[in-house]
DNA sequence: CGCTTAATTGACTCGTCTCAACAAAAGTGG
DNA sequence: CCACTTTTGTTGAGACGAGTCAATTAAGCG
């Protein structure tokens, strides 16, 4: 096995081969607002995973105990809810420079498991180093809480949308948001290569597949968007953001 | 105003009068796993608020800037998304001995409300302070990360209820989370006693009014739960965890 | 070039919302 | 303390959105 050997070679030499200080994600990830000579002590503890994950790969199953958190370097990911098939539900979709797992620190195992959407990249940072250093460098402990607290707020504002929201609203939701994550990575907004299927889309959302597929065409034929399989071109992104902000009923303000 | 003095005077002279220690919520709270003496540091952060709130006042309003944290020392909490009145939206429901406010570090600014169910006693703490002392005192940044990855574990558990769930599931869901969060704190499981609306619950639950109060309706036909206006009983509550834990369809294990 | 999987579209059903009326508490003021 | 209004909760009838079932087309992929 060439490969597997060529693999082990090269993280046992270089754990930081590539320093967080020189990734392209620096301001998207944890080194975000820390001290150049402390970034390579965040480096140090930054293991790369050596076989990128293929399509459909499990970075980790639901249960599994929790020993580290990973940033995706290349790729994405969808987090995945629910033992058995059947009640599967797709949580989360994860872009370069995220950071995924931190849910599993309550109870010391992962309640989601984390699946590769296409070819994946990610780092690899062990909890218990990662608690320590963050203790050592203010500036980590600070964008630790900061991206967790993040977290909170977006998994609330999904809860909004899906408890809520319209299904045509709820698509509208995350195509913009995508889209602005992409844009942050360099990405152009207006044109959304999606990596993950129609169903993942529907299973996220809370909607049918078929549902999710109807809307496509239905914002495509209202000239919202062009869709043609998972390329997704915005052509007015206002129109959605206007279908997102739409006031539904209006009821008055009622006490306590 | 004789209280407003006292109120007062207890401040200024005993901002850790009742040390954390000594609280009977100390194993919930930030506490929970912290030598005795360093506890009597993060009772010197903590701060009663003077008056407590009374039903319907807000703690903070969504917008407000972010300087510190609460905890609910007695009565409770709804949690309020949306600014403008008619798109209000209860995001959470918070009982004594838990932490509210974490949402806002990443932001700078609160996302929700807090607003009181009922008369409401709370501990302020700086988040400035918070976030230093839990560098100083390792299981005060621990217990403050398991907090905070508890939450998103909770809102996560949320998305999926709200968005795959049908509505009487949702109901069954909520009483048995109210129910396990009372008995933590001492309360009978099987005898809560709601503080917040029907109304409160409907938002949270994304669900209509009406449709609450048909399921309460229903539950309480079926023989699971005896409703009087906001007292629940709890009479079957296996049968109520089976209703959460239903499979629905049947789907089968599809790639990436 | 078949085979399997992903995606689209249509017809019908069902759950939940909306509208509307009503009942029971809980305040409010004379 | 009682009539008053205002909340809060319950219940019914009809409408609509989204799910289910089913058939068809279009891609991947070996």
Redesign the interface.
Known sequence: MLTATCETKTRSEGTHQVSCGACALHRLCLPLGIDKEDIDRLASIVSRRRPPLR??EYLFHAGDAFRAVYVIRAGSVKMV??S??????V??FYLPGELIG??????GNH??AA????TTAVCEIGYAEL?AL??AI?GL??Q??????????H??D???L???MPAGERLAALLLNLSSRFEQRGFPARELRLSM?R?DIAS???LAVETVSRLFSRLQSEGLISVRRRQVIIDDGDALARLVAA??????????
């Open positions: 399509r459909g809810n629910g058995r098939a059947g009640d599967e539900r949580t989360g931190l849910d599993a620190i309550a109870a309640p989601c699946r590769a959407l296409e608690e963050a203790r203010p402990q600070r630790l809480l900061r991206l967790m607290s993040g977290e909170i707020r998994e609330r999904m809860m909004v899906l408890g809520g299927s169903h996220y959302l809370g006031p539904l009923s209006v009821l008055n303000e009622n006490s306590p």
